[in-house]
């Protein structure tokens, strides 16, 4: 079966001397949607929500947990869980609450030690591209294999009740309807009734019938907080979840849920089908989605994506132009990919160093994107692909790799140039920390 190979949207963490793995997944719309829910939240407050990174664990259980002021893991399966776009905003809120409330437990030798246990390995899929830093995000904020086992964080009641309080202002402050927060709650009571459906966010968030009602009674606080539903974020919701019920589930189980007669049953059938079967359906139910919303930049990414892995490279080149066009913003991925297509042919390398160039402009720890340019490179500018080179391996932590292409590209390199400066920079950095590294052993 396709969906038994590693894909480019996966990254396969294997965690040392455990059997357990997860993967991170990167996705434009999921991190558009859920970058947007925090701008919302965090309006008018002291929270910057370009500080906040929030990333995506591939997992069907309902969790989320923060491990510091700034790092948020979402389960894949609390978003697919979720029954609309207001329980999975009452998660983030809560979760930036134990945030700012400064609850996070883990100290700085803990997660140091768990660092030690967690060994990734880098994995291509059949689109043949990582997308993006997710690699780097594990190696910096340190996730070990005790939190894959369980050991998330843990609240005392009265910190739990703060981030309760701190989530309920968050929204009701931004007219948010907190609500969905309450219906949250009578869903992981569900989960704690049922031994088969146990939820990992139970053990670390217990909830209590207390604290379900002294949310409910908080909300009084703010005239009930019963705002009006924001419709465009619900219906940008139900198609998100749509397409990770499509990845995650079973195409069984997905056949189960959906059918093709509404805009979100067509996306997670193409999602599925895509997969899961040889078929052109996919294409034909992604064009049908666009004849109906051709502005939606994510059905053409997706399309794209399913043209390129069927070898139709100007295809996929063309439906990237129109994610790109559609899309509000600029986003490093949806150029990472869009020069991955173009390196396809030896005719518009240029073009596909322009784009990528524009990916690392927006987020320069895509390591991916630093992969394609060396490979880019390496054609006519080898001093070029080593420095490319050295700045990927000095972002996964092979410090002895980065030097090696660092010493390597200084040597042809083009004085005064931005990489000349950078790679300089580089070799400084490794040398400092050699000396470092020497001085604290001895």
């Known amino acids: 079966m396709i969906k038994n190979i590693i894909y480019a949207f996966f990254i396969l963490l294997f965690l040392s001397h455990k059997s357990f793995s997860f993967e991170l997944i990167r996705d434009t719309e999921l991190e558009s949607f859920t970058k947007d829910i925090l701008y919302k939240l965090t309006f008018g407050t002291d929270i910057d929500?370009?500080?906040?990174?929030?990333?995506?664990?591939?997992?069907?259980?309902?969790?989320?947990?923060?491990?510091?002021?700034?790092?948020?893991?979402?389960?894949?399966?609390?978003?697919?869980?979720?029954?609309?776009?207001?329980?999975?905003?009452?998660?983030?809120?809560?979760?930036?609450?134990h945030m700012t409330g400064f609850h996070v437990s883990r100290t700085k030798s803990e997660i140091a030690r768990l660092s030690k246990n967690a060994l990734p390995v880098y994995m291509l899929g059949i689109v043949g591209a990582l997308t993006g830093s997710a690699d780097t995000a594990i190696a910096s904020v340190m996730v070990g294999s005790a939190s894959v086992q369980g050991g998330y964080l843990s609240y005392s009641r009265t910190q739990e009740a703060a981030a309760d309080q701190g989530a309920i202002r968050l929204m009701c402050q931004n007219s948010i309807n907190a609500r969905g927060l309450l219906s949250f709650f009578k869903k992981l009571e569900q989960s704690e009734s049922s031994i088969i459906n146990f939820s990992p966010y139970n053990q670390s968030h217990p909830v209590t019938k207390e604290r379900y009602e002294f949310a409910k009674s908080s909300l009084t606080k703010f005239n009930g907080c019963n705002h009006k539903k924001d419709i465009s974020f619900e219906n940008r919701f139900k198609l998100l979840k749509a397409k990770l019920i499509g990845y995650t589930f079973t195409r069984k189980e997905v056949n189960a849920i959906y059918d093709e007669s509404s805009a979100e049953g067509r996306y997670a059938l193409s999602v599925s089908s895509h997969y899961n079967e040889a078929s052109d359906r996919p294409v034909l139910l992604l064009r049908e989605l666009i004849k109906d919303d051709k502005t939606n930049p994510f059905f053409h990414e997706l399309l794209a994506e399913v043209l390129f892995s069927r070898k139709d490279y100007n295809g996929a080149i063309d439906e990237q132009k129109y994610a790109i066009k559609y899309y509000q913003g600029e986003s490093d991925l949806l150029y990472m990919l869009m020069g991955n297509y173009l390196k396809q042919d030896i005719r518009l390398y240029d073009e596909a160093i322009r784009y990528i160039k524009s990916s690392l402009r927006i987020n320069k720890n895509n390591t991916y994107s630093w992969f394609l340019l060396a490979d880019l490179y390496s054609k006519n500018d080898l001093p070029r692909a080593h420095y490319a080179s050295a700045e990927r391996y000095f972002l996964l932590g092979d410090y002895p790799m980065s030097y090696k292409f660092t010493i390597k590209s200084l040597k042809a390199i083009e004085k005064n140039t931005p990489e000349w400066y950078r790679a300089n920079d580089l070799l400084n950095i490794m040398t400092r920390k050699k000396e470092e590294d020497e001085a604290s052993e001895n």
């Open 49 to 97: 929500p370009e500080e906040v990174n929030i990333y995506f664990i591939n997992n069907r259980n309902i969790n989320a947990f923060v491990i510091n002021s700034k790092d948020m893991f979402i389960n894949t399966g609390l978003i697919t869980a979720s029954d609309n776009y207001l329980e999975l905003t009452s998660v983030i809120a809560h979760e930036l609450s």
